[in-house]
């Protein structure tokens, strides 16, 4: 049974006050930095993250960057309320001190006590501060340590850009794997996880002539009693996460995307307007209507997934941690991935993934692997790659090995 994580990408807001603009060079147009910022991991709940979502308030001054930033898990029921600011799940919480640094070409560093720990989020940030951009966050130290983790960041306070182009996107260029997941739940502080029966959805989508079809796996919130029992129902209390769905729809000249299907008694509807690139997250809703995982309009990301192919070169960092196929604790490995992912998806909507993985350090060898890409992440055969997620151009992986577990092997692997 291939291994997943359960959930894709759940951005609960904090209720932030907006704050004014200040440029970071004096001699340039102002930067609208000020405000409300929210990141996300990719796939939430990625072995087992002590946190994967943050909301902040932030204001710069002269290249200094000053604030208050909340942390959520969305992993509540293994143990993480410690690592989240709103423990509960019904209150903000109390808010971390944010300090940082700004540079003239957008390079943020924002440091955060965490537990007796460290927290540091880097980010390169865009021309317009509200698209989203990935960068890293990390805990050095604490009992919320965690290694170099990718995220989703971008400035909320500003609107956000729309494709305003009368030509539909190349059609033929956006069928293939598509990642979406919740970015809110509430727009005052965090509601609880209860209230979102479903989570997200990964899989294949294929256009052609206006038209959209394609089969995707939902990924179902266990925190929801009716709608998890009913998975569980339709495939005999087996491999809940891995149930795929078949959706239809439309896209229009103006790239408005409709997506609907059958879930679990009820119709799952998806509407987003799409950018001019694909593989960039754009803002989307869904809604389940009727059955036992309705929930009400929830805002969402939407992204198209390029292929994981080609060669992938970096390094992970084992952390102490016991078990007989892993690597010596505390060393590094040096990994290089010749990857090739399926262009024709499988019955569930997932990619064939094969490859070679070659380690040199800690562990020496060459492996072939087998596995499956879906949405942003993968699963594998391999102990060294089992699996992670990807940028939404594959570009650039994170991944963790098979055995799982917050001290599991962690990386990061960039296409040459």
Do not use: K
């Amino acid at each position: 049974m291939n291994i997943w994580p359960r959930s894709l990408l759940l951005l609960p807001l904090a209720a932030l006050l907006a704050c004014g603009s200040s440029p970071t060079n004096s001699s340039a147009a102002p930067y609208n930095f000020n405000g409300e910022w929210h990141g996300a991991t990719p796939i939430l709940g990625v072995v087992y993250s002590p946190f994967d979502q943050i909301d902040a308030e932030l204001q710069v001054s002269n290249g200094v960057v000053t604030g208050t930033l909340y942390t959520y898990s969305s992993l509540i029921s293994h143990n993480f309320y410690a690592c989240s600011t709103d423990a509960t799940s019904t209150t903000e919480g109390t808010a971390l001190t944010a300090t940082g640094t700004l540079d003239d070409d957008h390079n943020l560093t924002l440091n955060f006590p965490i537990n007796s720990g460290t927290g540091t989020i880097l980010a390169a940030l865009g021309d317009d501060p509200s698209t989203y951009v990935s960068g890293s966050m990390q805990v050095s130290g604490g009992t919320c340590a965690m290694s170099a983790t990718q995220i989703e960041i971008h400035n909320t306070s500003t609107t956000p850009t729309t494709n305003s182009s009368s030509t539909a996107t190349n059609t033929a260029d956006l069928s293939g794997n598509w990642s979406m997941g919740t970015t809110s739940t509430a727009a005052v502080g965090y509601t609880s996880s209860t209230t979102t029966t479903i989570l997200g959805f990964r899989g294949a989508l294929q256009f052609s002539n206006g038209s959209v079809s394609g089969t995707m796996i939902p990924s179902v919130n266990y925190e929801s009693a009716s709608c998890y029992a009913t998975f569980e129902s339709l495939v005999n209390n087996n491999d809940v996460i891995n149930t795929p769905i078949a959706f239809t729809g439309t896209l229009d000249a103006s790239n408005n995307l409709t997506l609907t299907a059958p879930l679990a008694g009820g119709t799952a509807t998806i509407t987003a307007t799409l950018g001019s690139n694909a593989q960039t997250w754009a803002d989307a809703s869904y809604q389940i209507v009727g059955g036992s995982c309705a929930m009400s309009a929830t805002s969402m990301t939407i992204a198209q997934i390029a292929p994981v192919t080609g060669t992938y070169i970096g390094t992970f960092t084992q952390p102490s941690f016991s078990g007989t196929d892993v690597p010596i604790a505390g060393g590094n490995i040096t990994v290089t991935a010749v990857l090739t992912q399926s262009t024709t998806a499988n019955a569930d909507g997932s990619f064939p993934l094969t490859g070679t993985i070659t380690t040199t350090g800690a562990v020496t060898g060459t492996t072939t692997i087998t596995g499956n890409v879906g949405g942003g992440s993968f699963s594998t055969s391999s102990t060294v790659l089992g699996y992670g997620y990807m940028s939404p151009d594959a570009s650039t992986i994170y991944y963790a090995a098979s055995d799982g577990g917050v001290n599991a092997e962690t990386g990061t692997l960039v296409r040459q």
